[in-house]
Protein backbone atom coordinates (compact mmCIF):
# COMPACT_ATOMS: atom_id res chain seq x y z
CA UNK A 1 0.00 0.00 0.00
CA UNK A 2 1.56 3.38 -0.92
CA UNK A 3 1.49 5.70 2.03
CA UNK A 4 1.34 9.35 0.25
CA UNK A 5 2.40 12.50 2.25
CA UNK A 6 -1.56 13.91 2.92
CA UNK A 7 -2.36 10.69 4.34
CA UNK A 8 0.57 10.71 6.79
CA UNK A 9 -0.44 14.66 7.74
CA UNK A 10 -3.95 13.16 8.49
CA UNK A 11 -3.19 10.21 10.56
CA UNK A 12 -0.64 13.02 12.43
CA UNK A 13 -3.42 15.42 13.03
CA UNK A 14 -6.18 12.60 13.89
CA UNK A 15 -3.44 11.51 16.81
CA UNK A 16 -3.08 15.01 17.79
CA UNK A 17 -6.04 16.00 18.12
CA UNK A 18 -6.68 12.47 20.01
CA UNK A 19 -3.64 12.77 22.72
CA UNK A 20 -5.76 16.40 23.45
CA UNK A 21 -8.95 14.77 24.03
CA UNK A 22 -7.14 12.52 26.44
CA UNK A 23 -5.05 14.32 28.44
CA UNK A 24 -7.59 13.81 31.31
CA UNK A 25 -10.94 12.48 30.22
CA UNK A 26 -12.59 13.36 33.75
CA UNK A 27 -12.15 16.81 33.52
CA UNK A 28 -14.67 19.27 31.62
CA UNK A 29 -13.54 21.03 28.48
CA UNK A 30 -12.73 24.55 29.97
CA UNK A 31 -11.31 25.75 26.45
CA UNK A 32 -14.79 24.55 24.74
CA UNK A 33 -16.23 26.13 27.60
CA UNK A 34 -14.42 29.80 26.96
CA UNK A 35 -14.57 29.87 23.19
CA UNK A 36 -18.52 29.38 23.63
CA UNK A 37 -18.67 32.46 25.87
CA UNK A 38 -16.53 34.13 23.52
CA UNK A 39 -19.00 33.84 20.45
CA UNK A 40 -21.06 36.62 20.93
CA UNK A 41 -17.82 39.04 21.10
CA UNK A 42 -16.94 37.13 17.56
CA UNK A 43 -20.49 37.77 16.27
CA UNK A 44 -20.51 41.15 16.99
CA UNK A 45 -17.51 42.28 15.85
CA UNK A 46 -18.10 40.60 12.38
CA UNK A 47 -21.45 43.06 11.86
CA UNK A 48 -21.69 44.95 8.85
CA UNK A 49 -23.34 47.53 10.50
CA UNK A 50 -20.86 48.50 13.13
CA UNK A 51 -19.66 52.16 13.05
CA UNK A 52 -16.38 52.53 13.95
CA UNK A 53 -17.21 53.86 17.82
CA UNK A 54 -19.17 50.58 18.05
CA UNK A 55 -15.86 48.69 16.75
CA UNK A 56 -14.18 50.61 20.05
CA UNK A 57 -16.99 49.64 22.20
CA UNK A 58 -17.36 46.15 20.82
CA UNK A 59 -13.43 45.65 21.13
CA UNK A 60 -13.11 47.09 24.70
CA UNK A 61 -15.57 45.01 25.83
CA UNK A 62 -14.12 41.67 24.57
CA UNK A 63 -11.02 42.97 26.18
CA UNK A 64 -12.41 43.31 29.05
CA UNK A 65 -13.99 39.74 28.88
CA UNK A 66 -10.60 38.43 28.20
CA UNK A 67 -8.93 39.88 31.00
CA UNK A 68 -11.78 38.30 33.74
CA UNK A 69 -10.82 35.06 31.49
CA UNK A 70 -6.99 35.45 31.86
CA UNK A 71 -7.63 36.01 35.82
CA UNK A 72 -10.09 33.08 36.19
CA UNK A 73 -8.17 30.49 34.03
CA UNK A 74 -4.41 31.45 35.99
CA UNK A 75 -6.42 31.33 39.26
CA UNK A 76 -8.14 27.78 38.52
CA UNK A 77 -5.21 26.82 37.23
CA UNK A 78 -2.93 27.88 40.31
CA UNK A 79 -5.06 26.36 42.69
CA UNK A 80 -4.60 23.06 41.05
CA UNK A 81 -0.85 23.00 40.79
CA UNK A 82 2.31 22.20 43.76
CA UNK A 83 3.95 24.88 45.19
CA UNK A 84 6.75 24.15 42.72
CA UNK A 85 4.49 24.48 39.62
CA UNK A 86 3.01 27.51 41.26
CA UNK A 87 6.04 29.75 41.75
CA UNK A 88 7.23 28.42 38.02
CA UNK A 89 3.57 29.43 36.41
CA UNK A 90 3.69 32.86 38.88
CA UNK A 91 6.99 33.98 37.25
CA UNK A 92 5.80 32.67 33.67
CA UNK A 93 2.74 35.10 34.25
CA UNK A 94 4.79 38.07 35.47
CA UNK A 95 6.71 37.25 32.18
CA UNK A 96 3.99 37.16 30.22
CA UNK A 97 2.01 40.18 31.83
CA UNK A 98 5.68 42.29 30.70
CA UNK A 99 5.48 40.37 27.33
CA UNK A 100 1.75 41.70 27.18
CA UNK A 101 2.11 45.51 28.25
CA UNK A 102 5.37 45.93 25.77
CA UNK A 103 3.13 44.39 22.91
CA UNK A 104 0.20 46.91 24.04
CA UNK A 105 2.61 50.01 23.88
CA UNK A 106 4.18 48.99 20.21
CA UNK A 107 0.59 48.70 18.85
CA UNK A 108 -0.62 51.86 20.34
CA UNK A 109 2.43 53.41 18.85
CA UNK A 110 2.49 52.09 15.84
CA UNK A 111 -0.97 51.63 14.49
CA UNK A 112 -2.07 55.12 14.57
CA UNK A 113 -4.87 57.18 12.73
CA UNK A 114 -1.98 59.93 11.38
CA UNK A 115 -0.42 56.33 9.78
CA UNK A 116 -3.64 54.13 9.08
CA UNK A 117 -6.63 56.32 9.47
CA UNK A 118 -10.22 55.62 11.08
CA UNK A 119 -8.82 51.86 10.84
CA UNK A 120 -5.97 51.61 13.42
CA UNK A 121 -8.61 51.50 16.67
CA UNK A 122 -10.09 48.11 14.54
CA UNK A 123 -6.20 46.72 13.87
CA UNK A 124 -5.29 47.90 17.69
CA UNK A 125 -8.24 45.92 19.05
CA UNK A 126 -8.05 43.02 16.87
CA UNK A 127 -4.29 42.46 17.90
CA UNK A 128 -4.80 43.32 21.69
CA UNK A 129 -7.90 41.11 22.06
CA UNK A 130 -5.96 37.91 19.59
CA UNK A 131 -3.24 38.02 22.45
CA UNK A 132 -5.09 37.94 25.46
CA UNK A 133 -7.33 35.36 23.57
CA UNK A 134 -4.09 33.18 22.90
CA UNK A 135 -2.97 33.31 26.44
CA UNK A 136 -6.51 32.24 27.91
CA UNK A 137 -6.17 29.33 25.29
CA UNK A 138 -3.17 28.29 26.57
CA UNK A 139 -3.51 28.44 30.19
CA UNK A 140 -6.83 26.87 29.95
CA UNK A 141 -5.08 24.08 27.87
CA UNK A 142 -2.55 23.78 30.94
CA UNK A 143 -5.72 23.22 32.84
CA UNK A 144 -7.04 20.61 30.84
CA UNK A 145 -3.61 18.64 32.16
CA UNK A 146 -4.81 18.88 35.91
Known amino acids: MKVTVPSLALAGLLLCSSVWAIDNPD ?5 E ?3 TKARP ?3 QIQSPANSTQ ?3 RIYGDYLQFLDKELNQAYQSLMIRLGDTEKRQLRLAQRQWLKYRDAEFQFVDRNWTAAQFGS ?6 GAYKTSLVRA ?7 YLQNY
Not at 119 to 124: F, M, Y
Open 27 to 31: SSDPL
Open 33 to 35: SFR
Open 41 to 43: FAA
Open 54 to 56: DYH
Open 119 to 124: SSGLSR
Open 135 to 141: RVEALLG
